[in-house]
């Protein structure tokens, strides 16, 4: 988990409200990744960015939004979160070349929606 | 389309014993492999990967793995398992396509349980 720290760890909300949840590393890698896990259901891509500014959708993107100002940070936004979305959420980073397929993840934030 | 199987859900071995979790694919082209561990209440960490050579592939934690093109598989393996490597354990290929090289394609976990 060195270099990746993710907030909050844990977080209970009600349905309706917006969530934001954040990634921030340390080590410049310009891949980043949004992935949620749940039982039965391995990880789930969300959300990726391949740099500043620019991202793609993953295979699980409705109700989820992203942002990325700059190189360290990953937001998460959840509109309107439902119960749906209850879940665990990771978040990963690559570096570009020859590695940049090695992903290596966050602790992970526990989101309760009642 | 492109896919990873794990077709154990559970795998369950005595501590000292030999060790496989099993992983086929399904993509086309030339596959990049990965396999990664989950521990309980954290993130996955990368254990080892193919992307061409040697069919053997050595990692973490005494880890190796067997690319075996013929078959589409690339099998965990380990001499002697040990009961801290009970976990959760993630198969994973790189896509192919334009369109999702970029990111990976899991497998849905196996969990090993290593008995004392």
């Known amino acids: 988990d060195a270099g990746i720290t993710q907030s909050p760890r844990h977080k209970v909300t009600e349905t309706g409200t917006p969530v934001t949840l954040r990634c921030h590393q340390t080590?410049?890698?310009?891949?980043m990744y949004w992935y949620r896990q749940d039982p039965g259901h391995g990880l789930r891509l969300i959300h990726y960015?391949?740099?500043?500014?620019?991202?793609d959708k993953g295979e699980v993107s409705d109700g989820y939004s992203v942002s990325r100002s700059k190189t360290e940070d990953f937001l998460l936004t959840l509109e309107s979160a439902t119960s749906s979305q209850t879940s665990v959420y990771f978040c990963?980073?690559?570096?570009?070349?020859?590695?940049?397929?090695?992903?290596?993840f966050g602790p992970g934030t526990r989101l309760t929606v009642l | 389309a492109q896919s990873v199987a794990q077709p154990e859900d559970q795998v369950n071995v005595a501590e000292g014993n030999p060790l496989t979790v099993k992983c086929t694919y399904s993509?086309?082209?030339?596959?990049?492999l990965f396999w990664y561990v989950q521990y309980p209440n954290r993130g996955l960490q990368f254990l080892l990967k193919?992307?061409?050579?040697d069919n053997l592939v050595k990692g973490s934690y005494g880890f190796e793995a067997e690319f075996n093109k013929s078959q589409t598989s690339f099998h965990l393996k380990k001499p002697s398992a040990l009961v801290s490597d009970s976990a959760l354990y993630f198969c994973?290929?790189?896509?192919?396509?334009?369109?999702?090289?970029?990111?990976?394609?899991w497998g849905l976990g196996t969990s090993l349980a290593v008995n004392p």
């Open positions: 990963a980073i690559s570096e570009a070349g020859v590695r940049y397929n090695e992903q290596f």
């Open positions: 080590e410049n890698h310009r891949y």
């Open positions: 960015s391949y740099g500043v500014k620019d991202t």
């Open positions: 993509v086309s082209g030339n596959p990049y």
């Open positions: 193919y992307i061409t050579g």
């Open positions: 994973a290929v790189r896509g192919t396509n334009a369109g999702n090289n970029r990111k990976l394609i």
